[in-house]
């Protein structure tokens, strides 16, 4: 297993720049997932490291031996592909078997390997049959235990789960973390799918545009946005207008700290301040004195969200445990606040 | 390494580009250019001089037009009753239509002479139904493939519980729709008749091909203008189709080697 | 209307096909079993497995099979060339080429290749000045290799033709697989590709192979019936006066062509079926 590093990358598609000077470490053992939109250049990335593509500057790492100039077949890396990666005229068996039999291993070697991957994932029943027999699970299955049975330095996984169906996409993400647990396998995930990549990171790495806008765990991304386009990106928000006097936020009449995080620029006119759902607090008022109305609640089992208009017309969402919401109505009026003492301030529309 | 590869690519490619173009250059040549250098059209002023070989392109145009009159006329109508009535049979029909590719045009032709009644035999616009059964494989499969795509069974239902629209919604959308097939039909056939040597000669009709078989034997300049002249010809011909067959999957005749 | 009746629409084509299709067919079959005096006989039969016939035969095959594999090989190859390289035109370019010329044939095209490399042909002359005097040799245009190359002309076309689509149904991803299992591309190519494309490569063989078979117009404008194929001999014998059962002969000629052509072309559509089980 090896660490892996990006260093200064730079990769342009004719006039488009889908990498800038892009940097990277991921560490030895550990599941780093790239998470954006289409286009944010996290594929383009995993291709460099994988060694399909070539960077046009910076350099590619596996602990300190350079790889930028290695050959794709040479650089001892495991790789899924989102479908249609497995060999159509080999069994499953056939497919896990071919990247040992590349190495010369010894037939007996082989055989064992390939039992005990297959057992490990689960697939000794289908191991003779070929793609076309096998559901879009079973293929990815056997693409992933193709790859890992080779002992990779590094497994990388392009937006392997994208194709499946939303339950057999759940239980295999569950089979990825924890066959790279167990091998201990450094790993890259590039995905869209905010939720898989919270689930089964070490570590999250949120693109947009070629550049990383921030590298972290799934919890400090999430609660600790390094910057207004990363909070929008993960997770939902509530976009409030906010006044901003004497260095304070003013916000259902209450003054709030401003996060460090913030981008709004002096001379705005308009400020947004982005809340999370469950940082939303609702009390009780006894009559109609309160800051919104509640104009739809919505039961999602162990939480519920609560849909409030606010006097100028704007809709906001809060989150809280069912139970808490058991107390409210609709229509009926509540005061709401912001749990956290400093807001994430940006420019608003 | 991989500009080692590219390099090899670009050879093949343009290896095999020189090989197809140069006998069209080359007899481009040979036919129109005089031994000073200079270009002539004489060749085919000859050609259009050639009363033997005009009357026979002049068959061969009637004939082709013959041909794909006869091919619409049995096609349409069989194709969307085919589709609207009993879709269930449209592939062993297919199957069917692709017979006359497993007999060859020269064992066809055989059989043609030693079948057909004498009387039928001694006019050559016999050859039209023979044509029709030559291009059956292709001509079906641009009108079937075209039938395919306006999926005729629900455009008829919805036409229907629109009431009196049926005719406007022929009009306007089926015709349209089927008209790309049909002009492919038509190409087809029409490139397919204008090369069809082996039944032309066997029945001993000068169409032609024919004709310009013989011509060859005498004056080889306009048989080549000619002959790069056809080639041409056909070549626009499916481009045009192309053109009007986006990128649906096309049948390539075969006719005529 | 019942199911049964309702196949009535398709009797004008049915019965079309059967009078102008089914009948002459019928005509070979039947007259291949009879003598001129129309008496049942498998003589004719016997007679075109002995001397002329069976040379003729056996030429077909050698043509054909040369051809086949010729083109085989540098279709495939042109076309993988054509497919793996970036520029989109010349490939539209080269698709639309070779539906032309797999159509080309015949009369046009073997006057074409005389102006070529015919006795006073553009690049026999062109060789002469280098000194190459094709026809020293006693070579001409009008041999079995000579036909052989203009053969080329229409079977490389229609393997690019055929090949285009199945190579570009060749997923990325597994090349990209197999790079990244640490294969190298001789490997990926003789473990995946060539398996995989196997049974269809053996398909086009066998269409190239009933197309060169049943190629009849380009030998006879070639070589004016001098080269003895079995189409050449069919109609040799169909406008001789001397040959008295020629006709009888003829047929049953006809007949092995169809056998053979029939076969091939079965072959062929049989793996073309089996191998679309992969596309999806």
């Given at each position: 297993m090896s660490q892996v590093q990006l260093r200064g990358v730079r990769k342009e598609f004719g006039k488009t720049v889908?990498?800038?000077d892009f940097n990277l470490t991921i560490p030895d053992g550990s599941l780093v997932t790239l998470l954006g939109p289409s286009g944010c250049g996290k594929t383009t990335a995993l291709r460099i490291i994988a060694g399909l593509i070539k960077a046009d500057r910076g350099y590619t790492f596996f602990d300190s031996t350079e790889?930028?100039?290695?050959?794709a077949s040479a650089r001892d890396i495991g790789m899924v592909f989102?479908?249609?990666?497995?060999?159509?005229?080999?069994t499953a068996r056939e497919n896990i078997e071919f990247g040992l039999r590349v190495r010369k291993e010894a037939s007996n070697s082989i055989r064992t390997k390939s039992a005990e991957i297959l057992e490990i994932i689960g697939l000794e029943p289908h191991q003779d049959k070929y793609p076309h027999q096998m559901s879009g699970g079973q293929q990815q299955r056997v693409a992933l235990a193709r790859a890992i049975v080779i002992r990779p330095k590094v497994l990388l996984l392009d937006e392997p789960l994208s194709a499946l169906d939303a339950q057999v996409r759940d239980q295999l993400r569950d089979e990825i973390r924890r066959v790279q647990r167990e091998f201990g396998i450094t790993t890259l995930f590039v995905t869209h799918d905010q939720e898989e990549a919270m689930s089964i990171s070490d570590q999250v790495g949120v693109m947009s545009k070629g550049s990383l806008l921030q590298l972290g765990t799934p919890e400090s991304v999430y609660s600790n946005p390094v910057n207004p386009t990363v909070a929008r990106f993960i997770g939902t928000t509530n976009q409030i207008p906010v006044q901003i006097a004497s260095h304070k936020a003013h916000l259902f009449d209450t003054q709030y700290e401003i996060s460090p995080a913030s981008d709004y620029s002096?001379?705005?006119?308009k400020r947004t301040a982005l809340v999370r759902p469950e940082e939303i607090k609702l009390n009780k008022t006894n009559n109609d004195s309160g800051n919104a109305i509640i104009s739809a609640i919505s039961f999602l089992g162990p939480t519920s969200t609560i849909e409030l208009t606010m006097p100028q017309g704007l809709v906001i969402k809060a989150t809280m445990s069912s139970k808490d919401a058991s107390m409210y109505a609709i229509n009926e009026s509540v005061n709401s606040s912001v749990t956290s003492t400093s807001l994430l301030i940006t420019d608003g529309e | 390494m991989k500009f080692v590869r590219e390099l090899l690519r670009f050879t093949l490619i343009a290896v095999g580009i020189l090989f197809f173009v140069l006998p069209i250059y080359a007899s481009s040549l040979f036919a129109f250019q005089e031994n000073d250098g200079s270009f002539t059209a004489k060749p085919l002023q000859s050609a259009a001089q050639n009363e033997e070989l005009m009357e026979s392109l002049f068959l061969t145009l009637q004939i082709a037009f013959g041909t794909v009159v006869l091919t619409l006329l049995l096609l349409i109508p069989t194709i969307a009753y085919l589709h609207l009535v009993i879709p269930g049979a449209r592939a062993w029909v297919e199957f069917l239509t692709l017979t006359p590719l497993v007999i060859p045009p020269i064992v066809q032709g055989v059989g043609f002479l030693y079948s057909m009644p004498t009387s039928f035999k001694?006019?050559?616009?016999a050859l039209i139904f023979a044509y029709v059964i030559l291009a059956l494989p292709f001509s079906y499969r641009a009108i079937d493939a075209a039938f395919s795509t306006i999926d005729i069974r629900t455009l008829y239902d919805a036409s229907r519980s629109l009431g009196a629209r049926f005719i406007t919604v022929i009009m306007r959308v089926l015709i349209p729709n089927i008209a790309t097939g049909i002009f492919g039909a038509i190409f087809l056939t029409i490139a397919l008749v204008l090369g069809e040597f082996a039944y032309a000669s066997l029945l001993l009709w000068d169409t032609f091909p024919t004709m310009l078989a013989v011509a060859g034997l005498s004056d080889a300049s306009t048989a080549v203008a000619l002959s790069v002249v056809s080639l041409i010809g056909v070549w626009i011909l499916l481009n045009a189709l192309t053109l009007f067959n986006r990128r649906d999957r096309q049948a390539v005749p075969m006719g005529g080697r | 209307m019942s199911k049964k009746a309702s196949y009535i629409g398709l009797a004008p084509l049915l019965l079309y096909m059967l009078v102008f299709l089914g009948w002459p067919l019928l005509a070979v079959f039947r007259f291949s079993f009879q003598n001129t005096a129309g008496d049942f006989t498998f003589d004719n039969f016997s007679t075109i497995t002995q001397g002329v016939y069976r040379s003729a035969f056996i030429l077909s095959f050698q043509l054909s099979i040369a051809s086949a594999l010729i083109s085989l090989v540098a279709g495939f190859i042109f076309a993988y060339a054509l497919v793996t390289s970036k520029y989109r035109v010349i490939k539209k370019f080269v698709s639309t080429a070779s539906g032309v010329l797999a159509n080309t044939g015949g009369v046009p095209l073997a006057f074409m290749f005389i102006a070529v490399l015919g006795t006073y042909g553009a690049l026999t002359t062109w060789l002469k000045g280098f000194g190459i005097e094709l026809y020293g040799g006693g070579w001409t245009i009008y041999s079995f290799s000579g036909l052989l190359i203009v053969y080329l002309y229409f079977q490389v076309p229609l393997m690019v033709l055929v090949s285009l689509p199945v190579l570009e149904n060749i997923r990325t991803e597994w090349s990209e697989a197999a790079q990244s299992l640490g294969a190298s591309s001789w490997t990926y190519w003789r473990k995946v590709l060539i398996p995989i494309l196997t049974p269809q490569l053996l398909g086009f063989f066998l269409l190239l192979f009933a197309n060169s078979f049943a190629a009849y117009a380009t030998a006879a404008a070639l070589t004016s019936g001098s080269l003895a194929l079995v189409p050449v001999q069919i109609a040799s014998l169909i406008g001789s006066?001397?040959?008295?059962?020629g006709a009888n002969i003829a047929m049953a000629l006809g007949l092995g062509m169809v056998l053979l052509v029939g076969v091939s072309t079965m072959g062929y559509a049989a793996l073309e079926r089996r191998s679309s089980r992969w596309r999806r």
């Open positions: 889908a990498l800038d790889m930028t100039d290695t050959s989102q479908a249609y990666s497995l060999f159509p005229n080999m002096p001379n705005s006119l | 001694a006019t050559p616009y | 006066n001397v040959q008295v059962d």
